[in-house]
Structure formats: structure tokens, C-alpha cells
């Protein structure tokens, strides 16, 4: 498949690579947003942990019937742009009516049927593409052919990140260092998830290094 979309994956972490968010909030998130939107991306995509801290509800959505969805399915709510595009495989956040109308939800085919239901009942967009897992390199291809997306930012956590880095879809990694060190165990980094038997590193290419105000420095690589 021929990939549609320029995929840019942009962070903020800490000089450690860490991106909790609530420690990356203390250390300066200005430099973020404002390279963020120097890429001038016109959909973000971000994982379901990220979502589920900032947007989703917190209580999950429980299917009562656990058909699957079993095939490709795309519901289009409405036309626009600047997408927000979440990652949730298995089908189980939550949205309040006073979500925005620019959210896609990106699901599998392994997702029960009834989450999709409840998607267009509320008129809430979404892809499901991809059994025993969500495929990446066919909903880019649906964002730029059904959702007019050329740019796509991939936003977080590292699971998400690791997922388009394993998939070979990343042309760009754009990461604001803050000028602060984390060091906690356990926390994520800005990738993750990489099989532990994958030892050769993806090599990358700088394009450019730019010290930011609040002393944060913004890498730019290519693949």
C-alpha cells in the first residue's frame, strides 16, 4: 500500500526521554505547541492512555453484545478539518456530549460491533481497519483518502509512537527536549513497545536543532 500522507510523530520529553505528561506540563509545554504548530499538521493522532487522561470519561464503554466487528468499517460524522484522531484497539472509551466534533476514534476490527453503534449514534466519526490489532498503514491511507488529511502529526505515548515507528510510517520525529531531568522507573519514554528481540535501532537523519525560549532545544530528524 502506498502510504498517502506525510507522518510526523512530535513530543515533548525530558533530556531522559520521558514524556509523563504531568511532569512534561512543569518543565515548559510552550515550545511544544508552538513547534507543534509550526508543522502545520492537519490531524493528530494520540493513543488511548493520553486520551483517556485528558478527554474520554473515565468510567469505559462495556459492550453488552461482544460481536465483533468483523470487517473494514468508516463512518465520516461530518466535513472539516484539523482531526483528532485516538487510538483505541479494543473499543472501550467513553466521549461527552460536549466532545469535539473533529474527533476520530481508531479502532480494530476485533472491536464489538455495538462500539460502533454507540460512535454513529452520537455522531462521532471513526475507522476500524486491521484484526488482532489496528492496521496503521491503512488508516493513514483512510485519513488522506476519506478525511482529506496530508499532514498527520502522531502525538502520543510511545506506544502509539513505537506502533507508526514499527510500521515504517514515521518520514519525520520532532521532539522538544525541556530543560529538566525526570529519572522516575517505569515511566514511558518517547517510544515504546519495540519487541525486546529487535536490537538494530532506526537509524535517523538530522534536518535541524533550534534553542527554544524557555531553554527547551527542538530536534527535527528525518527517516
Known sequence: MKKKAFVVCHMMASIDGRIDCDMTEQIGSDGYYKAL??????????GKVTAQKHYAEKQPFVAVNKTPI??????????????????????????????????V?????????????????????YI?????????????????????????????????NGGF?????????????????????GFASVFDGIEASHTTPFKLHLMSVEQMSDDSVWLRYNL
Do not use: Q
Open 37 to 46: 504548530a509550526t508543522l502545520n499538521v492537519d490531524a493528530t493522532v494520540e
Open 70 to 103: 468483523g470487517k473494514e468499517d468508516v463512518f465520516k460524522a461530518c466535513d472539516g478539518t484539523g482531526w483528532e484522531v485516538v487510538a483505541d484497539t479494543h473499543g472501550t472509551l467513553l466521549w461527552a456530549d460536549s466532545d469535539t466534533p473533529s474527533r
Open 105 to 125: 476514534c481508531l479502532v480494530s476490527e476485533d472491536a464489538p460491533k455495538e462500539y460502533l453503534d454507540y460512535l454513529r449514534g452520537r455522531g462521532t466519526s
Open 128 to 160: 476500524a481497519t486491521g484484526k488482532g490489532g489496528i492496521d496503521l498503514a491503512r488508516a493513514v491511507e483512510i485519513l488522506a483518502d476519506v478525511f482529506g488529511s496530508k499532514r498527520i502529526g502522531v502525538v502520543g505515548g510511545g506506544h502509539i
Open 165 to 185: 515507528l514499527r510500521a515504517g510510517l514515521l518520514d519525520e520525529v520532532s521532539v522538544v527536549i525541556g530543560a529538566a531531568i525526570d529519572g522516575r522507573e
